[in-house]
């Protein structure tokens, strides 16, 4: 499995670089930090992000592990992430793409329909960003869906849904393994 993850440990890497370096530049202007959880709901995942949260589930110490699907099971059904505990991610080192990049400037769209937005707790102070600090959500999801087609075209799983809970992939085994 580990083997199968590594495309898209890259990607991960490589977006927490962009996020640290734009937090850099950004510095007091994102106020998003420890505790702050008002972005994190329930989302669905591609089975590449749904692996990799199951296997960091599954490298902790077995009762860390048990205890954490314990309460993911009580909150499955709930409209706030099942990872959240005090306002705290569970798995914060392994979250998905999407919860690394929440609360930067992203832009997402195409032609004139382009939107920029960001947390609006964050850049209050901002009239103009450069675009050095801005995501490109759709160049970013079109480079997790490559890899997650790459992923799925190798593991052995078949009949994989095309996206899967949180809940599911830590709860259920659906991600591959």
């Known amino acids: 499995m580990e083997e199968l993850l590594n495309n898209y440990r890259q990607l991960v890497a490589r977006i927490d ?3 640290s370096g ?5 510095k007091d202007q994102i106020t998003c930090s420890e505790g702050c959880s008002a972005c994190c709901t329930a989302i669905t995942l591609f089975p590449v992000e749904a692996a990799a949260l199951a296997a960091a589930l599954d490298a902790l110490p077995e009762k860390e ?3 954490i699907r ?3 099971g009580e909150h499955a059904e ?3 992430c099942p990872l959240l505990h005090n306002h705290l991610c569970l798995l914060y080192g392994a979250r998905p793409i999407i919860c690394r990049t929440h609360g930067l400037p992203i832009i997402y769209g195409t032609g004139q329909e382009r939107r920029i937005d960001y947390c609006p707790r964050n850049l209050t102070e901002s009239e103009s960003l450069p ?3 801005i995501i490109d959500v759709d160049n970013l999801n079109t480079l ?8 799925l075209s190798q ?10 809970t949180i809940a599911e992939a830590l709860l259920r085994r659906t991600a591959p393994r």
């Open 17 to 19: 670089a962009l996020c």
């Open 70 to 72: 314990g309460h993911v």
């Open 155 to 164: 593991s052995d799983v078949l009949d994989m849904p095309e996206r899967i």
């Open 131 to 133: 675009g050095s600090v």
């Open 78 to 80: 709930g409209e706030r």
């Open 144 to 151: 997790l869906v490559a890899v997650n087609a790459l992923f």
């Open 65 to 67: 592990a048990e205890d």
């Open 22 to 26: 734009i937090a850099k530049v950004l």
